[in-house]
């Protein structure tokens, strides 16, 4: 078991992720960083600091009930049955695509292609060291071996470099930057609060205009009002993945990136106005489609049989509000046998085009707010960043600078 100068024995909640901050910087640069600021401070190689080490367990070492932490290769922190380590560490997964590091205190276990970073020496804060390692992850992504699993060695760990002022600068370094992450977070859960009350408010209209049924109302299946068909192969031999002079016509699958734009062929298998949905992994996901398309990998797509009693945005609003049921365990899947007997309010064409109008309306200004609190959480994200580049470069002053 390895235990470390300071051990702690903390539970689970002890345990500190790290945000997904970028690195600003390249880890050649900083000798040469904030110098007239830098004054009394040393850079040294991390191995110098501190001990660097891998566990020894394998994921299947990982049980449901276990009674410590184990950190794999994986984010989800895991159980272990056993400990191989009482200390507090920064832990850092071995391979990956992002390496952010981990802060914990207690008893743990440890993968063998994971590391623990402990017993710093007694000139160098771990609180500073960690919060140097959440700013320069960007390091070991660009150290990192392997042509599809990326991977890090020791040497990677052990070479690299890091500022060090004297041990009550770095103190105070630790402290201004817990209170301005504690700022940021909160700001941040806030604008992310607002931005699902903004979602929340139009999908609660939604569904308040399909359960408030005027006069002429009716009730009908989506097999009854429209035709339903499923997508299929893709053309191969009439395919692009990017749109050419020959290739122009559209070809969708599911999911919500692009809409579900998969390449372009020259075959128009829809050639009618309608609405796909998703019915493989993403389940549902809706998106109106006013030109021919090639549908495939099972998207269904719903054509009405008669828009001159079905306006089309109202069918597609009528869609996003179902929650649709699905089969399978591993891969959710939708069918249409499965979805044909699904029933919604049909009020007659002019009370759809108005309510068609009213929804148009609420979802551009519920797009507004989403757009204004996305935008306050990413200039959150950036404000962290340069907190970050500003502490480890000499630069960081008062505390009501940053927020």
């Given at each position: 078991?390895?235990?470390?100068?300071?051990?702690?024995?903390?539970?689970s909640n002890d345990l500190i992720d790290s945000a997904d901050s970028k690195n600003q910087g390249n880890h050649d640069n900083?000798?040469?960083?904030?110098?007239?600021?830098?004054?009394?401070?040393?850079?040294?190689?991390?191995?110098?600091?501190?001990?660097?080490?891998?566990?020894?367990?394998?994921?299947?070492?990982?049980?449901?009930?276990?009674?410590?932490?184990?950190?794999?290769?994986?984010?989800?922190?895991?159980?272990?049955?056993?400990?191989?380590?009482?200390?507090?560490?920064?832990?850092?997964?071995?391979?990956?695509?992002?390496?952010?590091?981990?802060?914990?205190?207690?008893?743990?276990?440890?993968?063998?292609?994971?590391?623990?970073?402990?017993?710093?020496?007694?000139?160098?804060?771990?609180?500073?060291?960690?919060?140097?390692?959440?700013?320069?992850?960007?390091?070991?992504?660009?150290?990192?071996?392997?042509?599809?699993?990326?991977?890090?060695?020791?040497?990677?760990?052990?070479?690299?470099?890091?500022?060090?002022?004297?041990?009550?600068?770095?103190?105070?370094?630790?402290?201004?930057?817990?209170?301005?992450?504690?700022?940021?977070?909160?700001?941040?859960a806030n604008a992310q609060q607002n931005l699902q009350n903004a979602k929340e408010l139009f999908e609660s209209y939604l569904?308040?205009?399909?359960?408030?049924?005027?006069?002429?109302?009716?009730?009908?299946?989506?097999?009854?009002?429209?035709?339903?068909?499923?997508?299929?192969?893709?053309?191969?031999?009439?395919?692009?993945?990017?749109?050419?002079?020959?290739?122009?016509?559209?070809?969708?699958?599911?999911?919500?990136?692009?809409?579900?734009?998969?390449?372009?062929?020259?075959?128009?298998?829809?050639?009618?106005?309608?609405?796909?949905?998703?019915?493989?992994?993403?389940?549902?996901?809706?998106?109106?489609?006013?030109?021919?398309?090639?549908?495939?990998?099972?998207?269904?797509?719903?054509?009405?049989?008669?828009?001159?009693?079905?306006?089309?945005?109202?069918?597609?609003?009528?869609?996003?509000?179902?929650?649709?049921?699905?089969?399978?365990?591993?891969?959710?899947?939708?069918?249409?046998?499965?979805?044909?007997?699904?029933?919604?309010?049909?009020?007659?064409?002019?009370?759809?085009?108005?309510?068609?109008?009213?929804?148009?309306?609420?979802?551009?200004?519920?797009?507004?707010?989403?757009?204004?609190?996305?935008?306050?959480?990413?200039?959150?994200?950036?404000?962290?960043?340069?907190?970050?580049?500003?502490?480890?470069?000499?630069?960081?002053?008062?505390?009501?600078?940053?927020?």
């Amino acid at each position: 078991m390895k235990q470390g100068k300071n051990s702690l024995n903390h539970d689970s909640n002890d345990l500190i992720d790290s945000a997904d901050s970028k690195n600003q910087g390249n880890h050649d640069n900083h000798k040469n960083q904030g110098s007239d600021n830098m004054k009394g401070w040393e850079v040294k190689k991390l191995g110098e600091v501190c001990e660097i080490s891998t566990g020894n367990a394998n994921t299947e070492d990982a049980v449901e009930n276990g009674e410590y932490a184990f950190f794999d290769r994986s984010k989800i922190i895991k159980k272990s049955s056993s400990y191989l380590y009482d200390c507090e560490a920064i832990i850092i997964a071995g391979e990956g695509q992002t390496f952010l590091p981990k802060f914990y205190y207690g008893k743990f276990n440890l993968h063998q292609r994971a590391y623990a970073i402990f017993n710093f020496n007694k000139s160098v804060s771990i609180d500073y060291a960690y919060k140097y390692l959440i700013h320069f992850h960007k390091y070991f992504e660009e150290v990192a071996v392997g042509a599809t699993v990326k991977s890090l060695r020791l040497r990677h760990f052990q070479d690299l470099p890091i500022p060090l002022p004297p041990l009550q600068e770095q103190q105070r370094i630790v402290a201004i930057l817990d209170e301005a992450f504690a700022a940021i977070a909160k700001a941040k859960a806030n604008a992310q609060q607002n931005l699902q009350n903004a979602k929340e408010l139009f999908e609660s209209y939604l569904q308040g205009v399909f359960e408030n049924k005027g006069e002429g109302w009716e009730e009908k299946t989506l097999g009854g009002i429209c035709y339903l068909s499923a997508g299929g192969d893709v053309p191969k031999d009439n395919f692009s993945k990017t749109k050419t002079s020959k290739f122009q016509i559209p070809i969708y699958a599911n999911g919500e990136k692009n809409d579900g734009l998969f390449g372009f062929t020259n075959i128009a298998k829809i050639i009618k106005p309608s609405i796909t949905v998703s019915a493989r992994g993403t389940i549902g996901f809706t998106v109106k489609r006013l030109e021919s398309f090639f549908p495939i990998v099972r998207l269904v797509v719903v054509t009405p049989k008669n828009l001159n009693d079905l306006d089309l945005t109202y069918l597609e609003y009528s869609l996003k509000k179902i929650d649709f049921k699905h089969s399978g365990s591993s891969i959710p899947q939708l069918t249409v046998p499965m979805i044909k007997e699904y029933s919604f309010p049909f009020p007659p064409l002019k009370t759809q085009q108005t309510i068609v109008q009213k929804l148009d309306a609420l979802n551009t200004e519920t797009k507004k707010l989403e757009s204004i609190y996305q935008q306050k959480i990413n200039d959150l994200e950036e404000l962290k960043k340069s907190v970050l580049q500003k502490a480890f470069s000499g630069e960081l002053k008062m505390e009501k600078e940053l927020v």
